[in-house]
């Protein structure tokens, strides 16, 4: 069986730019790719490497699980599944830190930047990256769709996995990244030199998925641009306008170059009115699919049977790493 595996953190709310570099994508590449199967997770083991609200964290789990399914995944050759109920993920960081080195580790850039932000440093935040190697190599995972801030991640993963196959034999898949070609990177609104994150305090610097169309069009009017009036693409010079044209052309299929051709003569305002209209539009199937999930109380059914599907594929593959590593005995 070949595989898609993926995660996102049940951080807060669901962004624009979370939506863009992952799900949108999840749910390309399941037409893409009907012969794979996708194992597709909450990542809530690694939210916890961050002090979090429990109550809060709880809540966040079971709206992103909805979330991921309003976005329009089928379920036909879909697993979606919360990390910490599939044990072996824990099982599996420990088994990976055995074949990472801290150097590897303290060259992680999402390491560092965290890191900054916390008085005091978890561990658990340190091995983030095996546990997410874990996460990926327990299905022998063929492709990782994630946005461009993984893409570190996923070169460690293949590191650490191609170590261990020549010492073992070729017993992991080395998986490949997918990065969507526009999407990537979404910034902030406010800030168009960082990314639009969940956890940015500024809740101007992000659009959410299911933001009232007030304020989706009230946070689009009030990005940041710049004073030149003057509508093309230049990511170095004028970077705010240039991730609202990324963010148009995402969402409505449009090249950079078409929409810099339309909007050439036209003000900022046409523009950002423009793109208001669009994002509304494009959220709204997924705002309406998701009251209906939340009301009906499909998700835990879905999500228990993602659990056992993962277990199934898990489990094996760790009873297997234990054999090759000589852990545990012998049975007759
Ligand atoms: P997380 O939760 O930060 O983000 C989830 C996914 O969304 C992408 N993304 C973005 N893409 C474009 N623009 C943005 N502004 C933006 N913000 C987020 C991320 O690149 C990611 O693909 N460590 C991962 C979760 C994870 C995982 C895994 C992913 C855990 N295990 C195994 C893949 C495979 C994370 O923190 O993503």
Redesign the pocket.
Known sequence: MKTI?????P?GSI?L??Y???IRNFVKLQEQYPDHHFFL?I?DL?AVTIPRDPQALRKTIKELAAIYLACGLKKDNLSLFI?SEVPAHSQMSYLIQCFTYMGELERMTQFKDKAQKQEAVAASLFT?PA??AG??LLYDAQY???????KQ?LEITRDIATRINNRFGDFLTVPKPLIPKV?????SLTDPEV????SDPNVKSRINLLDEEAIIKKRIMSAVTDSEGKIYYDKANKPGLANLITIMSALSDQSIESICATYQNKDYRTFKEDLAEIVIEALKPIKAQYQTLINDGSIDTILDEGQSAAMRVANKKIMKFNRKLGLGRKRK
């Open positions: 595996v993926s995660g996102i953190q951080t962004n730019g979370t863009l570099g992952s997770f990542a690694h990390q983030y546990l997410m996460d990926i990782v769709p994630v946005g461009e801030d993984q991640h999407g990537a990177r979404i910034m990314k639009m994150s969940k």
